[in-house]
């Protein structure tokens, strides 16, 4: 009797149900999602064809590590400087044969040492050394679908280009928010000390006190138990004290560069759409039996945009 | 040139600075928290002895694994049947030789499964096999510390006997959160099947929507990378598909029962005084050199409470 703390919790990996007759129309679909409450797996199944979208091949990396395959995708929305960076040191094959060298309990894993020991003599070739911070960007030209519900952190909060993030009216400010899964380049101390060699994956619980502190160039969107379950490292701030702990990283390669028929065919949530307020207000207050007391509230980070395998033809 | 994300950003087991020459009192240090930013290290470091608490070996069970052992605080004041029940479950060995067969990426780890295949025979022995739900209780009589930033799943946050909390005073009903570290008890569909066998650890973003859905037993206060960096299962909901993927549990058992001298020193923050508040502001306003925007803000789940050997005398 495996009792399950939540049986529909999570939103798995959902191959869509092609209704076999009198499929909603697009129109109809917006209707109910305002109309009827639902749960995910109803908004899901439900969702239409272009409720989802595949990754741009130039914004995309593959992350190749012995256990497999984890994807990126880059914002060049909003870290324009550092995503062109990434993409030239992925281009020359930057970050293979170096490692992740950290992994710091509920908090992050990290890699991309242009100094680490071991590893084959490392430059950065033809990319900047340089580059400016990107802590944030000007909202105004930046379609933001908002969430409905407050945020300690940010006066608004929503999706951007898929993107989980902070926006600030005041301000004229929009950025990417620190959710499970977020990438982002390591620094000094100084704003603009980093060049995107380094990077970050988040691991652990939200860690928003960094948005706006760091920049953010991208989000993993397939494949984070291959960072999230590397084992700690017992060093301070989760560096691993033997080098022999360390994962290789066997590639990371922009999506664009790798044969068409390597790529993956994987779709991601729109965030910009009717389906996308529905699957919101399923999460907002769950409607299957398990829940005897919908919260009436989701944080931006709690919030995981579904992925599917695109449904056969 | 390791470039770290944040260079002080989560809060190391600290051993506390024992001042050689006037200690400042605690009624100092409460003045001085209020009156002037300081950085998390430099809380722990002012902090004394009042300010930190041990366990009471009554309410925490040690959980031994092959790789080291996970302490976990009970909670009798949120759920005192369940937590009754879960103290004769381990004195009778309950757990022993079960294994945790579920790692749900960015979500839970799950054990205790009577039924598990392969496991001896296993009875719930002199435990009730139904309690009632407890997933809130009155506030009346529970002292409470409150946060001061709104939150978006509770009318109030804070701290009581040192768990992580909900309030709402229009119901007068107080619950425990489901922050990182959580540990439940798994039920089915009906409010009170839960009994205290099957219990999950959220290893993952808060998932604070099961706030009062369902009873939550106290805390992992230490070893969490026991649990948290376990491979994640590949059947649905994390399940592991092949029983040789689970992670035998070798014990569990209340530090009660175990011999004085093997017990645990570990020292815990209080989390009702000023020195915690201290630290609370210390995380809302991040005063390191890394920093450069403060967020006066942080949400409940990312106060990570410290823990500490204690100082030798």
Redesign the interface.
Known sequence: ???????S??V?VVFATVLALSPPTQAEEAANAQSQPRTTQQVLDASGPGDWRTLDPANTLYMDLADGRAIIELAPAFAPAHVANIRTLAREGFWDGLSI????????V?FG???EEGAPGKSIGSAKAKLPAE?SRASAGLDFHLLP?????AAQTGFAHGFPAGRDPAEGQVWMAH??GAV?A????A?D??NGT?L?VVT???????????TLVGRVVHG??LL?????GTG??G?YEDPAQRTPIKAIRLASEVPEAERASLEVLRTDTATFDAFVES?RN?RD???????G???L??L?IPTREPPKQ
Request: glycine content about 6%.
């Open positions: 009797m495996p009792v399950n703390p939540t049986q919790l999570l798995p060298y950290r992994s710091h309990d509920n908090f992050v990290q040492d242009i100094t802590f519900d407050a945020d300690g952190w959710c499970y982002g390591g620094r000094d101390l704003a000390s980093s380094e970050y652990g619980q939200s860690p928003r006190q960094l948005d706006r502190n760091i984070m138990e999230s379950a590397l084992p700690r301070p701030l560096f999460r769950r039996e398990f829940y005897k007391r919908p919260a509230h989701v944080d980070c709690n995981a």
